[in-house]
């Protein structure tokens, strides 16, 4: 039972919330008839003329709560003004039904801009104290006694001290509340455009290797099968030999060709064995390029009849994106000789000075 009331609450709340004129017509009926159901449990006065204006102003001061969101000070006026109209008519001696101004002067504190909303507390005091302060002075049907005393007087001020100061702090927190909305929606937006922007360069630095290493890879192909076409005949097991070399070239390709879709195919990078970068990528695929594997480079183009000698230094140190654009120069070079220079002879060189 206790579950369905606090879900049953919890409901009317978000139905109430999203829609604020409905929120505020709850609030001026409900308000209307606590103050009707008590007024008339003290009894309504003998005179029906009275009771008649005590009748109409008290549900008048709940009208203009209606308004309270989009029209602050005017709703703190007209309750300002039906609130002490009420209490010199009503012939009980206190401060009836003064929630309509506190509800009035906390609409102003929480929708109005400071730090002129403050004037409302000045405001609300003057209501809820003129009407103890010249009540005493006019002649009314039934003559009220002053109780304006320095306690209540002190009072009323905290009263409405305190109300302004709920409604500023809710008017604060939603107003920082909106502002980190709002931040957070930029750097989501931010974050997209970033993300969007490394999908392009990774793709673009994916498809410039993809490029080099088929470059490469079929220009020592092209290379070695035409050696071996040219000594077929002559020595077919040397033609087994390039024959050979020609399968180990293609492996690797679409080794390496594999690798470079794997990143395609995953935008973290990996795949479902793992990283497909550095040196323990997953089954069947190739490393990441890195110097360590200049070899790699010198055997392909041996095998296209190139006498390769390699003179590096260690490699230790150096960033995998430069050991990365280092291997893929040497392998356009390589690419370059094999296409425009054929079988020659090749040094690979590779110095170190400063942090060059």
């Known amino acids: 039972m206790n579950a369905l009331l606090a879900g049953l609450i919890v409901a009317a709340r978000r139905w109430l919330r999203a829609r604020p004129r409905a929120a505020d017509a709850a609030l001026a009926c409900g308000l209307t008839a606590t103050a009707l159901l008590l007024r008339l449990g003290e009894g309504l006065p003998g005179d029906a003329a009275t009771a008649a204006v005590l009748v109409v102003l008290l549900p008048a001061q709940a009208v203009p709560l209606l308004w309270r969101r989009s029209h602050p000070w005017r709703v703190m006026a007209a309750v300002g003004v039906a609130y ?17 101004v506190v509800c009035a002067l906390y609409a102003v504190a929480r929708h109005a801009r400071p730090p002129r909303s403050a004037a409302a507390i000045g405001a609300a005091v003057v209501a809820i104290a003129l009407p103890e302060i010249v009540g005493p ?20 001020v905290a009263i409405a001290a305190g109300t302004w100061l709920l409604g500023f702090s809710q008017r604060r927190i939603h107003a920082d509340a909106a502002q980190l909305r709002e931040l957070a929606g930029r750097l989501r937006a931010e974050q997209e455009v970033s993300a969007r922007r490394a999908v392009v360069a990774e793709r673009a630095r994916i498809a410039r290797d993809l490029h080099d290493l088929v470059a490469h890879h079929v220009s020592a192909i092209a290379m070695q099968a035409r050696a071996t076409a040219e000594v077929l005949n002559e020595d077919p097991a040397l033609a087994g030999r390039g024959v ?55 055997a392909t183009a041996r095998a296209a009849g190139c006498r390769v000698g390699i003179d590096v230094v260690p ?3 150096i960033p995998p ?9 040497v392998q356009e070079a390589l690419t ?17 000075g400063g942090d060059g």
């Open 84 to 100: 002490p109209l009420f209490e010199l008519t009503d012939p009980l001696v206190g401060f009836h039904d003064g929630l309509y």
């Open 137 to 156: 002075w006019l002649s009314l049907p039934v003559p009220r006694e002053p109780v304006l005393g320095p306690i209540e007087a002190v009072l009323i």
């Open 244 to 298: 050979a070399g020609i399968g180990e070239a293609a492996d690797t390709a679409l080794a390496e060709m594999r690798r470079l879709l794997g990143l395609l195919a995953d935008d973290r990078g990996s795949g479902p064995e793992g990283p497909l970068v550095g040196d323990h990528a997953g089954p069947g695929l190739a490393p990441e390029p890195s110097l360590r594997h200049l070899e790699r480079l010198a």
């Open 315 to 317: 490699v230790a140190g």
């Open 321 to 329: 994106a430069v050991q990365v654009s280092a291997y893929r120069i």
């Open 336 to 352: 370059n000789v094999l296409r425009h220079a054929g079988a020659t002879s090749v040094r690979i060189g590779l110095s170190r």
